[in-house]
């Protein structure tokens, strides 16, 4: 009998289930046996893409199978090799203590890790007077500095060619879909850096020092610095223009108007990122359109 029983043919199914502790429990408890490690109380954290469990102190990742129709294998090992990165450049984030495959019903890959404690930075930063907040985005910037630097390709994912065939952006006008293509193909990006992918208020921690983690790389790619950026502004500062001024400093709002253009444009996750914090799709009929709105946002 399968340790996994219920049924992944696609990727609602998978959507239904990856957060089931029934359905993850025999699985994860197998793991931990293998692993030699103790086992604990199964707790469910933020849900993203893959299933993530805290189990104790630590915390327990089940990658998508194939069935899903996304192979979770390839983001794993993307895991796997980013955070030792972002370790070796002075970045605080979860050690891995274990990792596999298990063949059951489906073919799982797995990690262990330590359980970051801190609290979230979307939540943190709400409590925090205006010098304060600043400081945390500085604080984030000197890490993102330190992150975000030339690296060894990893994962066979090209951000720029992937950005010419994103599916997110569908959902927009015609016009405006051929006017960001023109402008990715017409921009020079320059060489590429290591980035994280995805620094949204979930995936930044902060300790009771005030101190950051990241977690969750599984989206850490080879991209222009500003599809690092671009994401911090409008995700996850929103706009804020405190964090703003402690992450660019001192900036000319027209300038940083066009780096999130052009940042979020190339990003996966910009198409919704912009429907969320700018304007809904239908609204938009070209690039210098969408400039106008961040701009107003920004000043």
């Known amino acids: 009998m399968p340790l996994f029983s219920e049924t992944i043919s696609n990727w609602a199914d998978w959507g239904k289930v990856f957060q089931s502790i029934p359905a993850f429990s025999p699985l994860i408890h197998h793991i931990l046996s293998r692993e030699h490690l103790p086992p604990a109380e199964i707790e469910n954290l933020t849900p993203g893409t893959n299933s993530v469990f805290k189990v104790g102190k630590l915390v327990v990742k089940i990658f998508s199978p194939p069935e899903s129709g996304l192979d979770g294998i390839q983001d794993m090992q993307t895991e796997i090799f980013a955070m030792d990165f972002a370790v070796s450049q002075g970045v605080s984030a979860p050690r891995v203590l274990a990792q596999g495959v298990v063949e059951d019903k489906y073919r799982f890959g797995y990690l262990v890790m330590d359980y970051v404690e801190g609290r979230q930075f979307s939540d943190a930063v709400k409590q925090m007077p205006a010098a304060e907040k600043r400081q945390a985005g500085q604080a984030l910037a000197r890490l993102t500095a330190r992150m975000n630097v030339p690296c060894p390709p990893f994962n066979g994912v090209e951000a720029i060619p992937a950005a010419l065939t994103e599916k997110r952006w569908e959902k927009y006008p015609e016009s405006f879909r051929q006017d960001r293509l023109d402008l990715i193909q017409k921009r020079a990006y320059g060489p590429p850096v290591f980035v994280h992918g995805d620094l949204n208020g979930d995936n930044i921690l902060l300790d009771g020092q005030g101190n950051l983690a990241i977690i969750d790389f599984a989206d850490a790619v080879l991209a222009p610095k500003l599809y690092e950026d671009a994401l911090v502004a409008v995700e996850l500062f929103n706009f804020d223009a405190v964090l703003l001024q402690g992450y660019f400093g001192e900036y000319q ?20 990122v912009l429907a969320e914090h700018v304007a809904p799709p239908p609204e938009l009929s070209c690039v210098e359109d969408l400039y106008r709105r961040i701009g107003e946002r920004i000043g």
């Open 253 to 272: 709002p027209d300038e940083l108007a066009r780096l999130c253009l052009e940042g979020l444009l190339i990003h996966p996750f910009g198409a919704n």
